[in-house]
């Protein structure tokens, strides 16, 4: 619930965005250490670039990424 109001971003589109990253950097696991890296490394980079919503490029990446 924190990081979706951080980030302006619903839970399903948050857990879509994490499944994506875990995916894409080769984890099979979901664990609450990994939790914090994909916040550490895509969700707080991408607020700071300056995306409208995070979720509309996490939304782009899991297309990619499925």
Do not use: H, P
């Not at 994490?18 to 890296?37: H, K, P, R």
């Amino acid at each position: 619930l924190e990081l979706c109001s951080r980030y302006d971003i619903d839970g399903e589109n948050l857990a879509v965005c994490w499944m994506a990253f875990a995916a894409t950097n080769g984890y099979s696991a979901l664990d609450i250490e990994l939790l914090d890296q994909f916040e550490r490394e895509k969700l707080s980079k991408e607020k700071k670039s300056g995306f409208r919503k995070v979720e509309d490029l996490c939304m782009v990446d899991a297309a990619i990424n499925v």
